[in-house]
């Protein structure tokens, strides 16, 4: 079982940048999924361990960027550009498989979240 934890949230004007990171260890697909009030949770983006593979939503293409260093067990999402509507509590989770996925129920371990708000 893997544990991980999420951190770098906080409070940010709207043009601006954060970086969350999750400490993720193993060899596990990584994504960061986010939860807006009164809003389903969605993908976000997603990251293989084994070829760094990347996908993102349409949405934060462009603005957001996700990497991973194996060697800290860690993956980060670069958030630039941020909009108001950005702002919620952004998960990190992870899946055995090798194959990333945009579907929340596919990934088996999650973080406990950090809120991200972003100010107009």
């Known amino acids: 079982q893997v544990q991980l934890l999420e951190s770098g949230g906080g409070l940010v004007q709207a043009g601006g940048s954060l970086r969350l990171s999750c400490a993720a260890s193993?060899?596990?697909?990584v994504g960061w999924f986010r939860q807006a009030p009164g809003k389903e949770r969605e993908f976000v983006a997603a990251v293989t361990w084994y070829d760094g593979s990347t996908d993102y939503t349409d949405s934060v293409k462009g603005r957001f960027t996700i990497s991973r260093d194996n060697a800290k067990n860690t993956v980060y999402l670069q958030m630039g550009s941020l909009k108001p509507e950005d702002t919620a509590v952004y998960y990190c989770?992870?899946?055995?498989?090798?194959?990333?996925?945009?579907?929340?129920?596919?990934?088996?371990?999650w973080g406990q979240g950090t809120q991200v708000t972003v100010s107009s």
């Open positions: 989770a992870a899946r055995s498989g090798w194959r990333i996925t945009t579907i929340s129920s596919d990934y088996d371990y």
């Open positions: 193993g060899r596990y697909t």
